[in-house]
């Protein structure tokens, strides 16, 4: 049954994916942030199946006990129930080493984890604070430029930031105090957990890759909408992409990213430009939205109407089971209804 929900929770994740992607494309149509999209994606795809997980748990016969109250219900004529499961091969052999690997997994993300987080405390400790510009940062050798914390959360500077001209430097703060205002770094923390929930599902590790994306997007338009160079931007994005060190942990927004997410953000802001520039299409707008609506939807509701894992029979199962009403024959000293209640 493990199988079944890992299967089950893979093609959920991925309906939801897909409904963020086109949501997404709706949202970056009309200039909206989008990070929010992919957070509420990637919390879908996580509680939906483990709250289905937890109430089979509780309740295996697929619905809570009913209550002492209830009245007796009356013998019914023997009428194949609707909708009954269907049969798969059993594959409840695989529960065993799932559940061994799934435990290891999620034990080695919590404490990958718990390890950046030991770390970046020891280091934080030996970084020098001050005022850059007016503004509060933590200057280090070889770390940032980066938010870091949770609970209180601050800048953090490497050392050959301050010899910049004060026009770059400002882009730098100015980014940084973007993720700040936002408690980016919690969103980070959110999708880092869903992992240590469902650590062998693949499209939550996607899911999270691209709501970092987001993130970073997001705060790249802001900082455009208030400084609006696009090129000088663009171009400190690459340099700091060459000179950062990538020592920080993942719960840390920087400005620096790999390359393929750097490439991501410069080819969104070139296209924001081309789009400003040739001003908006209303026809076209409205039909690349009512595409990218509908598409969401299609996949929102996909997702709900995935059969779960409660209504599949193995071949050790009983075939009536689970809400199959079963077949029953009343007695001498018993009324016959048509209809049951």
């Known amino acids: 049954m493990i199988a079944l929900w890992l299967s089950y929770a893979v093609l959920v994740a991925a309906l939801l994916a897909g409904a963020a992607a086109a ?13 929010g999209v992919w957070v509420l994606a990637l919390l879908a795809a996580t509680l ?11 309740y295996p016969g697929g619905s809570a006990p009913a209550p002492a109250s209830a009245p007796t219900v009356l013998p019914a004529i023997p009428v194949p129930a609707a909708g009954a499961p ?6 409840g052999w695989l529960d065993t080493p799932l559940l061994a690997t799934w435990a290891l997994a999620s034990l080695l993300v919590l404490g990958a984890l718990l390890r950046s987080a030991a770390t970046l405390t020891r280091r934080r400790r030996g970084w020098q604070r001050t005022t850059v510009d007016g503004v509060p940062v933590l200057v280090a050798p070889d770390t940032g430029p980066a938010v870091v914390g949770l609970r209180r959360s601050e800048i953090v500077l490497p050392d050959w930031t301050l010899s910049l001209e004060p026009g770059l430097r400002a882009l730098i703060l100015r980014h940084e105090t973007e993720h700040l205002r936002a408690r ?7 999708a880092t957990l869903a992992l240590v929930v469902q650590p062998l599902n693949p ?39 060459q000179r950062a060190t990538r020592s920080l942990p993942s719960l840390a927004p920087t400005l620096a990213e790999p390359t393929p997410l750097l490439e991501r953000r410069i080819d969104a802001m070139s296209e924001s430009l081309r789009n400003a520039g040739h001003g908006r299409q209303p026809g076209r707008t409205l039909v690349r939205a009512a595409v990218a609506g509908g598409l969401a939807l ?17 071949p050790d199962e009983p075939a009536l089971a689970r809400g199959a009403a079963e077949p029953t024959t009343t007695g001498p000293d018993q009324s016959f209804f048509e209809f049951q209640v």
């Not at 149509?29 to 990070?35: A, D, G, H, N, V």
């Not at 269907?86 to 594959?91: A, E, K």
């Not at 980016?184 to 959110?190: E, G, H, S, T």
């Open 23 to 35: 949501l997404d494309a709706l949202a970056r149509l009309f200039r909206r942030p989008t990070r």
């Open 298 to 314: 299609l996949a929102i509701v996909a997702a709900c109407e995935t059969p779960a894992p409660s209504h599949v029979l193995t």
């Open 48 to 58: 939906v199946p483990a709250g289905l997980i937890a109430r089979t748990a509780l």
């Open 86 to 91: 269907s049969r798969v091969p059993d594959v």
């Open 203 to 241: 499209v939550l590790w996607w899911l999270r890759r691209r709501l970092c994306l987001a993130v970073e997007l997001d705060c790249d338009r802001r900082v455009l909408a208030v400084h609006g160079d696009v090129e000088r931007y663009g171009l400190l994005l690459l340099a700091v992409g």
């Open 184 to 190: 980016d770094a919690r969103l980070l923390l959110i």
